[in-house]
């Protein structure tokens, strides 16, 4: 079983930083997507970052653009998001997802359309927690 474990989620003065990991415990498991998701109390489950991992190639909320930063350590098998100029509004719990990892010959425009929907991803991590406030 693949496992997902988050981490770096805190409290932040709003403008501040914070750089969330992900860890992927399989070292011998390669995804070929993986994304960030949030969930606020009392709302829905939204995509914030998505990555092609063969290419790079990153996705963003356009709440989320220009602030946040999405990136891979293929060596590490770790994913990261570099949060900065926090809102009161990103204040949510944090989850790190992959897809399943099987071989996957779709064109990237595929995930291009879907990188922020919740199916696209079949391992989840259990969530950090992040609060923005002064």
């Known amino acids: 079983q693949v496992r997902l474990v988050e981490s770096g989620g805190g409290s932040v003065q709003p403008g501040g930083s914070l750089r969330l990991s992900c860890v992927v415990s399989?070292?011998?498991?390669?995804?070929?997507?993986m994304g960030w998701f949030r969930q606020a109390p009392g709302k829905e489950r939204e995509g914030v970052a998505g990555?092609?991992?063969?290419?790079?190639?990153?996705y963003y909320a356009d709440s989320v653009k220009g602030r946040f930063t999405m990136s891979q350590d293929n060596a590490k098998n770790t994913v990261a998001l570099q949060m900065n100029n926090l809102k009161p509004e990103d204040t949510a719990m944090y989850y790190c997802?992959?897809?399943?990892?099987?071989?996957?010959?779709?064109?990237?425009?595929?995930?291009?359309?879907?990188?922020?929907?919740?199916?696209?991803?079949?391992?989840w991590g259990q969530g950090t927690q992040v609060t923005v406030s002064s």
């Open positions: 997802a992959s897809d399943s990892g099987r071989a996957d010959s779709r064109p990237w425009w595929v995930y291009y359309s879907n990188w922020n929907a919740d199916s696209w991803y079949q391992y």
């Open positions: 399989d070292y011998t498991f390669r995804s070929n997507y």
């Open positions: 990555i092609a991992t063969g290419s790079g190639r990153t």
